[in-house]
């Protein structure tokens, strides 16, 4: 009986425990690099039972019984499975040897990593995060190799430039931008907060985008939400402070005196009677930058979502509060599966931003005359106005504090972009995509400048208030249309055939009104009281293109695209291009004798070849125009009654234009190493354009200073660059709790022209001081692209008598006229005895020769810490923001000036007015502009769900972040990354707005 109770109790206790069910819930994790995985698939083995894990890699699943065995799956992980015995499962997948398998976005769909065959960059949204960038391209510098980014002003607001693989154009050289696969103009309109990875298409890979993609393709995927999943929130917000990266070396008041009274010839009797003023402190000050980004995603079985918006406000570190840049986001997407073989997608975004903006970046910008204007010079007066600057006679230098007051410069842009998609699924192959895309804009510019007196002469004085609106209307609109067929045959041989169309089109119109009093009411338009204009254009292309892709057993790879395209740019002899390009691959790590190897764990080496184009002119270049004019007569006394008018040649066409082809090659290799810790790639690649467009220098009677005039185009000639890219990336985990990350890249370029079109040789650009005529960069065969152009010096004059042996063996008698001791002595490269200006040769370029990429991170536990930098060397830059007049200030170069024999042989003597030391175009001027900039540090602590109980709170991250906080160079000018113009011209500084240091404090919350 005993027996039998024993067994009866034993049975009972057995079901119970049988029957036991938990509530499992967990955290996926990269055995790698630790960290959390989105989108892990996690199945109850033997049963469609399951779950996903979120953004954070958690995962949750109710009533699992006892004993069960949980399946996790990612894709480029090797399987796990983990048996239920608590109601806590943390799981550590680790990188199968299909993890090239990773989906790589390419032109009009996905590819696997591994058989991709072009040079495509991928930057995700971990590295986006911790840079905290205003702008989207900003997240680039540094991060991907063959990308360089320079702007031409750091105020709030202001757009970059992006360059790929060097300068191969003299027109519009931005790359083409996708944002999930919808073309948009420029990235201002996105939020970087939303973006989910980055991938730049850098070779003939582009070319399934044809004419438009000769620069470089960008493409962009933002953030969605995901089916069957919970409904997520996450909010990031941070403020800070921002200062100036970089002050000026100037003289001071007393070091100023001493200048002045060394150049002589005064026309001063009386020195200013107060202690000075040092003009950077005074336009320079703090400023405060605050984000703030909330988003929300979600899934139902058929549906996925997201919803975000977000709000940027920055303050400029120039204009004392007036200077101010502010932009809000809202985006909405949307995804739903009508049928199984149905899918509807949808987008949309928008955003409003204001910027206010002071006059930058140049000649009569604050920041010329801060440089500029004497130091011993008081900011007001005794009557407590703000002081005239009478003293220097350029007409453009200024009381920059009066300008600050004086100045109101408002532009208000709105842009929404919607888009909407149809994927169908027929005949088990083949999938028909449809997408329409509308983007809107509209711009209004508006600026006030009051009654003001700067001093005798000046350009900027204002005897009447005066208006100025521009508004700005653009619309363009998208229909792509294309069939993808995939098959696999004797499960070895993959197949893709892509075949679409494209149409593209776009339409704008712009007003604009001047008054001389301050108003610009509607009635007064009307009735012509003022000066007013409006403008349209309309542009067109239509494209149709195919793809191929092949692979056997995922070793040989080979990809061919052919793409014609027709622009409205190009008149009908040149209408329609065509755009071939080809690519192969070879994954040597899947034959025999490497699949055993220890050390090396994957290896591809790919090439490429292809012809793409380039059609960003003004559209309408081939059409010769006439416009209205009106001229006064030649009476003494001019009335209205005396306007004459008439027609003048507005533009000359050129009906011969042709598309701008550039045809690029690249051979490159990745590989892996040592359980995937260390990844290598290597490109080399050269891309040589032909047929540039240009707009070239032409006479005043029909270039642009014409009245309605426009320059010219035409096909200049042929650049080639030439480089290598290099990148390496290490990640390990040292332990549990320990992860470390490290990569390093590079790029060299080698720029040269190999043709120009021109009778002469050569293409001119650039321009040097004011009023001089002098152009600083040429576009000439056997030189870079922009290269400086001007004289090489020897040092100094340090006796007449030198002088004077010169002039005794110079050809005409005087071997430098004007030449004096302390001068500048300029090299005769013609050796014909004499200076001219045919001994003007190369000093220099704009164009770096290797610019490099640093980046490091490591997490303990909750604590996190990265950090970037980037350097860039064989840049060099024009000093170009100093007035030559004797009252205007100097840089403290100037102490180390001649004042004597033997006293320099490289600053030149001072001198009351214009010499061949200012006024001659010399290597003097030109400064090596190499860098090396740390770009951001950040420090992060991490507090998980398990201490946030009750919170409804599933984890805080608070940083601290550092960005542009020192920079190492030995260019005196406030940035020696700025550059701004066409690539003939580029690098010349007249008072760059520097870039800004920031100081931020950030939260991360997701609940």
């Known amino acids: 009986m005993r027996k039998m109770i024993t067994l009866l109790l034993f049975m009972f206790c057995s079901f119970g425990l049988s029957a036991q069910t938990l509530n499992v819930k967990g955290v996926v994790k990269d055995a790698n690099s630790g960290e959390t995985l989105p989108g892990v698939s996690v199945v109850i083995k033997g049963t469609f039972v399951g779950a996903e894990t979120d953004f954070d890699g958690v995962f949750k699943l109710s009533d699992v019984k006892v004993g069960s065995i949980l399946v996790f799956n990612y894709l480029g992980m090797k399987p796990k499975e983990v048996v239920v015995n608590s109601t806590e499962i943390n799981v550590f997948l680790e990188e199968s040897a299909e993890s090239l398998d990773e989906i790589v976005v390419v032109g009009y769909g996905t590819q696997k990593k591994k058989e991709v065959t072009g040079a495509v960059s991928v930057l995700d949204s971990k590295a986006i995060e911790k840079l905290n960038p205003t702008r989207v391209e900003q997240a680039l510098q540094g991060q991907i190799a063959g990308v360089n980014i320079t702007s031409a002003s750091g105020s709030p607001g202001s757009g970059s430039n992006i360059r790929i693989r060097g300068v191969s154009t003299n027109g519009d050289s931005s790359p083409l931008i996708l944002v999930d696969g919808n073309v948009i103009s420029d990235l201002s309109v996105l939020n970087p907060n939303d973006i989910k990875s980055i991938n730049v298409l850098k070779d003939a890979t582009a070319g399934i985008y044809g004419v438009r993609a000769a620069n470089g393709v960008v493409l962009i995927t933002t953030k969605t939400g995901r089916k069957e999943s919970e409904l997520k929130f996450q909010l990031d917000a941070y403020t800070g402070i921002q200062s100036t990266s970089k002050k000026i070396d100037l003289l001071n008041p007393k070091d100023f005196a001493l200048y002045v009274n060394d150049a002589g010839d005064q026309t001063r009797f009386f020195v200013y009677p107060n202690k000075g003023t040092d003009w950077q402190d ?42 101010n840049f502010t932009r809000s986001t809202a985006r909405i997407g949307f995804n739903y599966d009508i049928l199984d073989n149905l899918k509807l997608s949808t987008t949309g975004l928008f955003t409003n931003s204001e910027k206010n903006n002071l006059p930058e970046g140049g000649i009569g ?328 467009l240009l707009a070239p220098q032409v006479s005043g009677l029909i270039g642009p200073y014409a009245p309605g005039a426009s320059t010219p185009v035409k096909n200049a000639g042929t650049v080639e660059n030439k480089g290598i890219e290099f990148k390496i990336d290490y990640n390990d985990s040292f332990s549990e709790d320990f992860k470390f990350n490290m990569s390093f890249n590079f790029t060299t370029i080698d720029n040269e022209v190999l043709f120009v079109s021109s009778d002469n040789g050569f293409e001119v650009g650039g321009d040097f001081g004011v009023g001089l005529g002098i152009n600083t960069s040429r576009m000439e065969a056997g030189f ?165 109980k009750g919170s409804g709170i599933n984890k805080i991250r608070v940083y601290l972040t550092g960005n542009n906080l020192f920079t190492i160079t030995d260019y005196k000018g406030y940035d020696p990354s700025a550059s701004s113009g066409s690539p003939i011209g580029a690098g010349v500084d007249k008072g760059f707005y520097p870039v800004a240091s920031s100081y931020l404090l950030g939260v991360n919350l997701n609940f």
């Open 784 to 948: 870079p692209m922009g290269y400086f152009h001007g004289f090489q010096t020897d040092g100094l004059y340090q006796t007449q008598a030198e002088i004077d042996a010169l002039d005794a063996n110079a050809s005409e008698g005087t071997y430098h006229l004007g030449a004096g001791p302390g001068d500048l002595k300029f090299v005769d490269t013609n050796g014909d005895g004499m200076i001219s200006d045919d001994d003007k040769t190369y000093i220099g370029d704009p164009i770096a020769d290797i610019t490099m990429g640093f980046n490091v991170g490591f997490s303990y536990k909750n604590l996190d810490f990265s950090a970037n930098a980037f350097a860039s060397i064989g840049n060099d830059m024009v000093r170009d923001y100093e007035r030559k007049d004797l009252f205007a200030n100097r840089g403290d170069y100037m102490l180390d000036r001649w004042q004597g024999t033997g006293t320099s042989n490289t600053v030149p003597r001072a001198l009351s007015g214009a010499s061949i030391n200012t006024d001659n175009f010399s290597d003097f001027f030109v400064e090596d502009a190499s860098f090396v900039r740390l770009q951001n540090i950040q420090v992060g602590y991490t507090i998980q769900e398990d201490s946030l």
């Open 365 to 692: 910008s604050v920041l010329y005359s801060a440089v500029n204007v004497n130091p011993d010079l008081a900011i007001r007066d005794e009557n407590g106005d703000f002081t005239t600057v009478d003293d220097i006679s350029q007409i453009e230098i200024i009381n920059p504090l009066a300008q600050i007051a004086n100045n109101s410069n408002t532009t208000r842009i709105d842009k929404y972009s919607a888009t909407i998609g149809l994927d169908y699924s027929f005949w088990k192959n083949f999938t028909a995509s449809s997408k329409f895309q509308i983007n809107h804009a509209t711009v209004l510019y508006d600026s006030f400048s009051p009654i003001a007196d700067y001093g005798p002469g000046k350009s900027a004085n204002r005897t009447q208030e005066f208006t100025t609106d521009f508004s700005d209307i653009y619309d363009d609109y998208t229909w792509d249309n294309y069939i993808n067929y995939t098959n696999t045959f004797n499960e070895v041989h993959d197949l893709t055939v892509l075949l679409g169309t494209s149409i593209f089109k776009t339409t704008g119109e712009q007003f604009y009104g001047f008054s001389l009093d301050g108003t610009l009411l509607a009635p007064r338009v009307i009735q012509g009281e003022i000066d007013k204009g409006a403008g349209f254009f309309d542009s067109r292309l239509s494209s149709i293109f195919t793809r191929l892709q092949y692979s056997y057993k995922g070793k040989y790879l080979l990809s061919a695209v052919l793409r014609r395209d027709g622009s409205t740019s190009f008149g009908p002899n040149n209408k329609f291009g065509y755009f071939p390009s080809a690519s192969v691959g070879w994954n040597v790590s899947d034959e025999p004798f490497l699949q055993d190897s220890k050390i090396i764990n994957t290896l591809k080496l790919r090439a490429s070849y292809g012809v793409i184009g380039n059609d960003k002119i003004p559209g309408g270049a081939f059409v010769s125009l006439l416009n209205g004019e009106g001229v006064y007569s030649s009476n003494n006394e001019v009335t209205q009654d005396d306007l004459l008018y008439g027609v003048a040649i507005g533009k000359i066409g050129n009906p011969d234009i042709r598309w701008e082809k550039q045809k690029s090659a690249n051979i490159g290799f990745d590989a892996s190493f040592l359980d995937r810790k260390i990844k290598l790639s290597v490109d080399a690649f050269s891309k040589r354009t032909e047929d540039l």
């Open 282 to 323: 005074e336009v320079f000050s703090d400023a405060i930058i605050s984000s703030v980004n909330f988003s929300a995603s979600g899934g139902t079985k058929k549906a996925a979502y997201t919803f975000g918006v977000s709000h940027l406000d920055q303050d400029g570190i120039v204009g004392l509060g007036k200077s």
